[in-house]
């Protein structure tokens, strides 16, 4: 995965503003959504009771780290109910095929950095 595998589920940039472009600070961040991912998603399911916990969750942290899409997906979930998890789970799907590639590219990067 390389950064010309991104979709644009998430806005790099804004984390990269957001975080003062500080990255060790990116990292930590994306790591840590990727690992909580993997806990959401199995509570993406309408007979689990805290699906809408789950979904308000992903929300935040969606937007905190600028998958836009996947906050609304998020949002629109809440408003209208559990038909709206497919989108939310193709949603997170995307969001977290980007962070990959995003990852991907900065261990690259660092990889070609010399260091002092």
Same mark, same amino acid.
């Given at each position: 995965?390389? /950064? /010309?595998?991104?979709?644009?589920a998430?806005?790099?940039?804004?984390?990269?503003?957001?975080?003062?472009?500080?990255?060790?600070?990116?990292?930590?961040?994306? $790591?840590?959504?990727?690992?909580?991912?993997?806990?959401? $998603?199995?509570?993406?399911?309408?007979?689990?009771?805290?699906?809408?916990?789950?979904?308000?969750?992903?929300?935040?942290?969606?937007?905190?780290?600028?998958?836009?899409?996947?906050?609304? +997906?998020?949002?629109?979930?809440?408003?209208?109910?559990?038909?709206?998890l497919? +989108?939310?789970?193709? +949603?997170?799907?995307?969001?977290?095929?980007?962070?990959?590639?995003?990852?991907?590219?900065?261990?690259l990067? $660092?990889? /070609?950095?010399?260091? $002092?």
């Amino acid at each position: 995965m390389a /950064r /010309r595998d991104l979709t644009g589920a998430v806005d790099f940039k804004y984390l990269e503003d957001f975080t003062a472009g500080d990255g060790e600070v990116i990292d930590e961040v994306l $790591s840590l959504f990727r690992e909580q991912a993997a806990i959401w $998603s199995a509570l993406l399911d309408p007979n689990v009771e805290g699906w809408r916990d789950a979904v308000h969750t992903i929300k935040g942290a969606a937007r905190g780290i600028g998958a836009f899409h996947l906050g609304d +997906a998020c949002a629109l979930a809440e408003a209208e109910g559990p038909g709206g998890l497919d +989108a939310v789970r193709n +949603a997170m799907d995307a969001a977290l095929g980007d962070v990959a590639a995003y990852a991907h590219e900065r261990a690259l990067q $660092s990889l /070609r950095t010399p260091r $002092s």
